[in-house]
């Protein structure tokens, strides 16, 4: 492939376990720079769980209450491990759900790390050219880890305007040829393994829905992508996939659902798939946009070099980066996975 520097061979997923975004910007960009065309905060401090503070959130929010008429969600990894029980949230008697607003926090975290992103850019820090991504969740995926089925329907269309409203105080604050936007999208890639307890027969339907009116809601002088997930709080995937089938299937949902650009689509590849076989499904992928493979592994050089090579025959042209962010994993592995990043973009 042979990708220059500067040309955005290397995507980070979002988190990194480092104390703050200024720490996150000042190793990334020393390390990585040449190789990067957008740059995340970290998503340090209260973010570093990834959504588990919306939950905090949803916990002390006067018109959210739990629901004791339905059992607690069991989360189980993929080898059947119990990772934690959690009780699920409905909206309180008499309250009206489209008068309900939620702070997700998202537009707050952005505006103070784009501060800080702005001053290290002056200081010569941070590359020009290179641009400030913003990680957002979509509305299921807090509304399949926290919210009753019961509440599916009401809770993704208010969390939907309170996203939105976010994004917007976010577009309306940092300028556009500045931003990237990143979907994470996890408890989709969940429900179409039918992972959760409770699966609506359209959810299909409702996923690329979904998907295509949170992309639509960028504008075009903003950057979009997209990272696919099979959840990984411990380290380890929620569901090992069998290939990269179903990945494809909701890429070319989002491509054939977004009317605007689509810049980039990211998915995992796990450690052990070193062999064709998981990316033969990329044959079918339909769309013109830059990929982001996920097969970059803590202290495996040689496995990520066999990764990057089966890739190659189905793939095609295609940057590198890991699974999932690295906000939960030993802050001790970050400089080795630093190292494997820029050892993988050399070799491209």
């Given at each position: 492939?042979?990708?220059?520097?500067?040309?955005?061979?290397?995507?980070?997923?979002?988190?990194?376990?480092?104390?703050?975004?200024?720490?996150?910007?000042?190793?990334?960009?020393?390390?990585?720079?040449?190789?990067?065309?957008?740059?995340?905060?970290?998503?340090?401090?209260?973010?570093?769980?990834?959504?588990?503070?919306?939950?905090?959130?949803?916990?002390?929010?006067?018109?959210?209450?739990?629901?004791?008429?339905?059992?607690?969600?069991?989360?189980?990894?993929?080898?059947?491990?119990?990772?934690?029980?959690?009780?699920?949230?409905?909206?309180?008697?008499?309250?009206?759900?489209?008068?309900?607003?939620?702070?997700?926090?998202?537009?707050?975290?952005?505006?103070?790390?784009?501060?800080?992103?702005?001053?290290?850019?002056?200081?010569?820090?941070?590359?020009?050219?290179?641009?400030?991504?913003?990680?957002?969740?979509?509305?299921?995926?807090?509304?399949?880890?926290?919210?009753?089925?019961?509440?599916?329907?009401?809770?993704?269309?208010?969390?939907?305007?309170?996203?939105?409203?976010?994004?917007?105080?976010?577009?309306?604050?940092?300028?556009?040829?500045?931003?990237?936007?990143?979907?994470?999208?996890?408890?989709?890639?969940?429900?179409?393994?039918?992972?959760?307890?409770?699966?609506?027969?359209?959810?299909?339907?409702?996923?690329?829905?979904?998907?295509?009116?949170?992309?639509?809601?960028?504008?075009?002088?903003?950057?979009?992508?997209?990272?696919?997930?099979?959840?990984?709080?411990?380290?380890?995937?929620?569901?090992?996939?069998?290939?990269?089938?179903?990945?494809?299937?909701?890429?070319?949902?989002?491509?054939?659902?977004?009317?605007?650009?689509?810049?980039?689509?990211?998915?995992?590849?796990?450690r052990n798939r070193t062999d064709r076989g998981y990316f033969m499904p990329l044959e079918n992928f339909r769309g013109e946009t830059k990929l982001y493979l996920g097969l970059i592994h803590h202290d495996?050089?040689?496995?990520?070099?066999?990764?990057?090579?089966?890739?190659?025959?189905?793939?095609?042209?295609?940057?590198?980066?890991?699974?999932?962010?690295?906000?939960?994993?030993?802050?001790?592995?970050?400089?080795?996975?630093?190292?494997?990043?820029?050892?993988?973009?050399?070799?491209?």
């Amino acid at each position: 492939m042979n990708q220059p520097a500067g040309s955005g061979a290397v995507h980070l997923v979002g988190s990194i376990a480092m104390d703050n975004c200024e720490q996150v910007f000042r190793e990334i960009s020393a390390e990585l720079g040449p190789y990067l065309d957008k740059i995340p905060d970290g998503e340090t401090g209260e973010r570093a769980r990834w959504i588990y503070f919306q939950r905090t959130m949803l916990m002390e929010h006067p018109a959210m209450e739990i629901d004791p008429t339905v059992p607690e969600l069991a989360l189980h990894q993929w080898d059947g491990k119990l990772l934690r029980s959690l009780p699920l949230l409905r909206f309180r008697k008499g309250i009206d759900p489209d008068g309900v607003e939620f702070a997700t926090g998202y537009d707050r975290a952005a505006e103070y790390s784009y501060g800080v992103f702005q001053r290290l850019r002056e200081e010569g820090v941070i590359s020009p050219g290179v641009r400030f991504q913003v990680c957002l969740p979509t509305p299921m995926s807090s509304c399949y880890m926290y919210v009753s089925h019961k509440s599916y329907d009401d809770y993704q269309r208010v969390y939907l305007k309170s996203l939105l409203n976010a994004l917007n105080r976010i577009l309306d604050n940092i300028p556009h040829e500045d931003l990237y936007i990143q979907y994470d999208v996890c408890q989709e890639v969940l429900i179409f393994e039918d992972y959760f307890p409770h699966r609506p027969p359209d959810y299909k339907e409702q996923i690329f829905n979904e998907l295509a009116v949170l992309g639509d809601a960028v504008p075009a002088g903003v950057r979009l992508g997209y990272h696919l997930c099979y959840g990984t709080p411990y380290d380890e995937h929620l569901v090992m996939p069998k290939d990269a089938g179903i990945l494809v299937e909701l890429m070319n949902g989002i491509m054939g659902g977004v009317k605007r650009k689509v810049d980039f689509l990211h998915i995992p590849v796990p450690r052990n798939r070193t062999d064709r076989g998981y990316f033969m499904p990329l044959e079918n992928f339909r769309g013109e946009t830059k990929l982001y493979l996920g097969l970059i592994h803590h202290d495996d050089e040689d496995g990520d070099r066999r990764r990057i090579e089966a890739a190659q025959v189905y793939a095609g042209d295609f940057g590198i980066g890991t699974e999932c962010g690295w906000g939960r994993a030993d802050p001790k592995r970050v400089p080795g996975l630093l190292a494997s990043h820029r050892k993988a973009a050399e070799a491209l």
